[in-house]
């Protein structure tokens, strides 16, 4: 395991994946979702939008490689909606 030096701080680039699906692949996206690398939480949810799924990349190119690559080509989704995260600390 590698330690960070003394003071610095790892920031990694967080976006919400906002997911619609179509009708009855809700359960299939989120259990593909569930096994993916960089998403950290997927949830079902109600409204206009069927899942939301929270992304931690190293940075904005991974987290656009991660949308474009591997979560736009999963069977059962028809669109998304990635919003990133602005940190104010």
Request: hydrophobic residues 45%; charged residues 20%.
């Amino acid at each position: 395991m590698y330690t960070l030096p003394k003071g610095v701080i790892l920031v990694a680039t967080r976006a919400y994946v906002l997911i619609e699906t179509a009708v009855g692949k809700t359960r299939e996206v989120v259990g593909v979702l569930k096994g993916m690398e960089g998403v950290t939480i997927t949830d079902a949810v109600t409204g206009p939008y069927d899942i939301i799924a929270i992304v931690e990349m190293p940075d904005l190119n991974a987290v656009g490689d991660l949308v474009t690559s591997k979560i736009h080509p999963i069977p059962g989704i028809s669109r998304t909606v990635t919003c990133l995260a602005i940190s104010f600390d």
